[in-house]
């Protein structure tokens, strides 16, 4: 799918020819108010409940074909954007990792036209947030709330000082791998919740901790390191569903070359 055309219920709009305009910004959809009139005073209450409403995206949309092709797929186009009752995904092809759940409820119209803009489109998406491939909805919370990459199953993290890895499980509780990459230091801890791990060896290189399997190993050539846990902080996580926060402290961290990389890979082996 190109960058400037969409998916709607698992069918491209490339399909028909039709493209959508590029440049669209979603932020945020308009915030519900929850008033009321007072008689005798000026004005409202306004009680101060939070939420937003359904979001709603206007579409223009384009034809780059034959107008006589257009005709032709009006009934393949009816079929395609009919509200049958469920929503269905609507997915933009500059952000194919992430979808909408959306129904079509306006009138659809569409002409031919000397500058292609045939018709617009409104979708209206409830939630009104993005939704990942693994169900994480992205709301403002949760976008506040993480602070490293993701790519796929696995979230990453560089440090130039000790601090906190944030990100959210959505999933069922994992023990997950955790890799750390970089200038590491003897004593270098992590910890999550009551739960803290300590590592004694000093390597500019990587180690992987698999918590499922309590193992630790270089990454380089797979030697076991599991000697160099400290025996005062030698737990292996069990991630929650949920917020994460993973504090990273080491001594000694700086700016690269003496930074250090986290990545958290969320294995489809569960806890238990």
Known sequence: MKSNEFSFGGIESGVFDITCGTERHSILPATRKYVQEVPGLDGVIDF?????????????????????DLRANREKII???????????????????????????????????????????????????????????????????VNC?????????????????RFVNSGLPVKPIIKIIGNIQNGITLTYGAQSLKINTSMFDGIAVDCNSETITRLSDGENLYEFIDNTA??????????????????????????????VEMQITKGG
């Open 48 to 68: 101060n409940i939070g939420g937003h409403e359904v979001r709603v995206i206007t579409l223009p949309i384009y034809f780059d074909g034959n107008y006589a």
């Open 79 to 145: 079929a395609w954007l009919h509200n049958d009752g469920t929503p269905k995904r609507l997915v933009f092809g500059n952000a194919p990792d992430r979808y909408y759940l959306a129904k079509i409820y306006d009138a659809i119209d569409l002409e031919n036209v000397d500058d292609r803009h045939i018709g617009d489109l409104q979708f209206e998406c409830n939630p009104p947030w993005q939704i990942l491939e693994d169900g994480t909805v992205l709301t403002p919370e949760q976008l506040l709330w």
């Open 149 to 165: 990459e993701r790519d796929v199953n696995q979230f990453v993290k560089e440090f130039t000082s000790s601090g906190v890895m």
């Open 234 to 263: 030698d737990d292996f996580f069990e991630f929650e569903s949920g917020n994460i926060a993973l504090q990273v402290l080491q001594d000694d961290i700086g700016e690269y070359p003496n930074s250090i990389t986290v990545i």
